[in-house]
């Protein structure tokens, strides 16, 4: 099957995509025929092999060794001599390590005021000054040993009818909790914990443990615990077993729906948006296409004052140097390359580097390595200022484009944004993508028509329309933020009305 | 936490049983078990399943 389905006849002038006058590449906007003619910024060139859509064809001859740019930047070397017209992909173009020259910010880059023609949502104000843009009572397992139980409360209200502004009860059960090292790892693993406990999209919160875990619940409980008064901690051990334990908490759960009930919607300004911008099974359109477009939305967010949060660390990874220009200050940009600079680390202590990266569906879909999937995952956040970076399952403390150490494999990339304060998630595909978050609505974009009519689904927003020649970038980007406000307000995305509620915690350190 | 446990070897140290006999309880109801009567993890519905990841998150 194609990856685009284009009804508007293909031509000689429109079959490629030239994206930056000093690209050496173009990328098929359609699957390109061995022999076809196409004329590519006023170029006559000939496909010299079939070319699937997505992938890159030589605009000119390139010498082995000479750079590949595309989006007007390197992304790697010819590994062989390629001709005008070649398919240029893992075959023949190398990955490199590039050394970046930084330009670092001299000064201080002041926060914009925020605009005035702001728009508003319907949200939950909460005591810290947050707002929710759901109503949950959530179980949270401690550990693994929990998580099970936590499935059997949350189910136990199936069927039953919630009073109207409570969104459910749900479960987070994960792998995690125990057989941590004390540390790094299990901090982290506890601000995760906390995080989704003290989420302004939940109202209420029990945490779950067997008893004898490592990732004990007193630490979430008692005057420093988060949301005092909103977080309440049993376990198995205690409470006599898994279904002693799911009376229990229905005991509990049942205050909690009241209080639940008796919180309203109220106007809330968009200041108070975290969005969460993440990409995954990502192809060659999703830097032309639904990438950009978020970017387009990530920035009317800045100009109202609210954040929009990248994470996924490792698909930054040759893009860092784009970013760093952008830091509100030089501190800001030292803590992002000391984060990118630690993820490198952790990955050398197994083996690994950043090229390991691009998954077979990733290729398969035009990209060729980290560089060039990183080029186009950035756009997601578009091109206001950097103002914080922030490691994995921190507070979001500032508006503005923020960035945070996440890995790319998405679950974990969602449960660190989600920890940071994200009340809302735009998750942008181009091979397909189902996932969600048990407490916050994801917002789907796929790159391309192909997809979105594979997966209608699990989609929310065409952005292969630009693509396809039907839509701009802004208009998608528009499209996505009026979604983004209703959804804020309540309207189900497509991941919450099946039901998607993954949640996997990252672990930075060995099983024990 | 009886509707967890299958076989009380706490009774050893009660001065109530064996190790031996505490050992050929768990052995025929091995047996039974093998031969379809559900534990108790099986009546509960437990199914954990976790992977033992040994490299990093990308």
Avoid at chain 1, 31 to 46: D, F, H, K, N, Y
Avoid at chain 1, 92 to 97: H, I
Avoid at chain 1, 377 to 405: C, H, L, Q, W
Wanted: hydrophobic share 40%; proline share 5%; net charge negative.
């Amino acid at each position: 099957m194609s990856l685009l389905e284009i009804t508007a006849l293909p031509t000689a002038e429109n079959s490629v995509i030239h994206l930056h006058p000093t690209d050496n590449i173009g990328v098929a906007r359609v699957p390109l025929s061995a022999g076809q003619a196409l004329r590519v910024a006023g170029e006559a060139i000939t496909a010299r092999t079939d070319i699937p859509a997505g992938h890159k064809v030589a605009l000119r001859g390139i010498g082995a060794g000479d750079s590949i740019v595309r989006y007007g930047q390197v992304m790697g070397r010819a590994s062989a001599a390629i001709a005008a017209g070649e398919h240029v992909h893992t075959h023949n173009v190398a990955f490199e390590d590039i050394r970046f020259e930084y330009e670092f910010p001299t000064g201080e880059e002041p926060a914009p005021a925020p605009a005035a023609d702001a728009p508003t949502f319907l949200g939950y104000s909460r005591e810290d000054g947050r707002a929710g843009t759901r109503n949950y009572i959530a179980v949270v397992a401690a550990s693994n040993c929990a998580a099970h139980t936590a499935e059997l409360i949350a189910a136990s209200y199936a069927g039953q009818t919630l009073p109207e502004n409570v969104d459910g009860v749900v479960a987070f059960p994960h792998g995690d909790g125990c057989g941590h090292a004390f540390g790094p790892d299990m901090d982290q693993f506890r601000r995760t914990i906390a995080g989704v406990l003290d989420h302004p999209n939940v109202s209420s919160a029990i945490i779950l443990g067997l008893g004898c875990e490592v990732n004990q619940i007193d630490y979430y409980l008692g005057p420093d615990g988060p949301r005092t008064g909103r977080v309440v901690g049993m376990t198995l051990q205690q409470s006599g077993g898994t279904r002693s334990t799911v009376e229990a908490a229905r005991r509990e759960i049942a205050t909690m729906i009241d209080r639940a009930a008796s919180e309203r919607r109220v106007e809330t300004p968009a200041s108070k948006i975290v969005l969460g911008l993440n990409c995954g099974g990502s192809d060659s359109f999703s830097g032309i296409t639904a990438n950009p477009a978020l970017g387009w939305c990530s920035d009317r967010l800045a100009e109202y004052g609210a954040a929009a949060v990248l994470g996924e660390t490792p698909e930054n990874f040759g893009a860092e140097h784009l970013l760093v220009k952008r830091a509100r200050n030089r501190a800001v940009a030292e803590r992002l390359l000391q984060l990118m600079a630690n993820y490198r680390a952790y990955l050398r202590q197994f083996g690994s580097t950043f090229d390991d990266n691009p998954s077979p569906g990733n290729k398969a879909g035009g990209l060729t390595n980290i560089l060039e999937k990183s080029l186009g995952a950035v756009a997601k956040a578009g091109a206001s200022t950097m103002t914080d970076a922030i490691d994995y399952a921190e507070r979001v403390r500032t508006p503005g484009f923020v960035f945070m150490n996440t890995p790319g494999y998405d679950p974990v990339s969602l449960a660190g944004l989600a920890a940071g304060g994200a009340n809302l998630i735009v998750f942008t595909t181009g091979r397909g993508s189902a996932i969600g978050f048990p407490t916050i609505p994801v917002i789907k974009v796929a790159s391309n028509s192909a997809t979105y009519r594979r997966m209608k689904e699990n989609i929310d927003v065409n952005a292969g329309r630009i693509a396809d020649g039907q839509a701009t970038v802004a208009d998608v980007g528009r499209e996505i933020l009026e979604l983004a406000l209703r959804a804020a307000s309540g309207e189900r995305t497509r991941a919450e009305l099946l039901g998607h509620h993954e949640f996997v915690p990252w672990r930075i350190g060995p099983v024990m | 936490m009886k509707e967890n446990i299958d076989v009380n070897a706490g009774r050893i140290a009660d001065g109530q049983a064996t190790v031996a006999d505490v050992g050929r309880e768990s052995l025929e109801l091995a047996l039974r078990a093998a031969s379809g009567e559900r534990t108790r993890a099986e009546l509960l519905g437990h199914h954990e399943f976790v992977p033992w990841r040994i490299g990093p998150v990308m």
